[in-house]
């Protein structure tokens, strides 16, 4: 069973940079054409699309973050990172990794399944 | 970007009750549409795909429909374990992908 867990800086000062990883287990990154999100949620702004990447590299970013964000893969470690610079109290949420399904084999991705358990991040100085 | 609201954005029920939760898109979106389970502390967990299609382990009293603009989630008849927050998604116009702001059902 596929399994995502997200680890990371619970706390981090504003202006810092936000580091977050997800391990992936139970498959690999690599296999069935997925991508893999990064979602945040918070109680005032509700959820959140960050960003994905697909095993390859190739990433998509909400515009919204994309001039402070970078996303990474690695393969040899089953796992993806999200950096996130010049942080404010506005980016303190529960961050959470998923994996992106597309409807069609190749296709563009669509939902959200499965979900890692979510990790908070507090920013503050 | 195309916005999604959820009605009611809270609502209380019974046990056995019949729940409706209607979802709305600034824009057509096709049946690019998927629900979401979230119970407190917890992640979300995906119901339903593509408006109508159940997720593998989702009971059948789960049900969605809609298209266009306008969705719905019928969860039919309420199961103590289905008292949650309810959030739809739109894959249509992506990146980004938005959510809906979420109906909270509880206990009455």
């Known amino acids: 069973q596929l399994q995502l867990q997200e680890s990371g800086s619970g706390l981090v000062k504003p202006s810092q940079t936000l580091s977050l990883t997800c391990a992936v287990s139970g498959g690999s990154i690599s296999s069935g054409g997925y991508s893999w999100s990064w979602i945040r949620q918070t109680p005032g702004t509700g959820l959140e699309w960050i960003g994905y990447i697909f095993a390859s590299g190739l990433t998509y970013y909400n515009p919204s973050l994309k001039s402070r964000l970078t996303i990474s893969v690695d393969t040899s470690k089953n796992q993806v990172s999200l950096s996130l610079t010049s942080v404010t109290a506005a980016d303190t949420a529960v961050y959470y990794c998923?994996?992106?399904?597309?409807?069609?084999?190749?296709?563009?991705?669509?939902?959200?399944?499965?979900w890692g358990q979510g990790t908070l991040v507090t920013v503050s100085s | 970007d195309i916005q999604m609201t959820q009605s009611p954005s809270s609502l209380s029920a019974s046990v056995g009750d019949r729940v409706t939760i209607i979802c709305r898109a600034s824009h057509k979106i096709n049946n690019y549409l998927n629900w979401y389970q979230q119970k407190p502390g917890k992640a979300p967990k995906l119901l339903i795909y593509?408006?109508?299609t159940l997720q593998s382990g989702v009971p059948s009293r789960f049900s969605g429909s809609g298209s266009g603009t306008v969705f719905t989630l019928t969860i039919n008849p309420m199961q103590p374990e289905d008292f949650a927050t309810y959030f739809c998604q739109q894959s249509y116009s992506t990146p980004p992908f938005t959510f809906g702001p979420g109906t909270k059902v509880d206990i009455k």
């Open positions: 998923a994996r992106t399904v597309p409807s069609v084999v190749g296709g563009s991705p669509d939902w959200f399944d499965p």
């Open positions: 593509e408006t109508s």
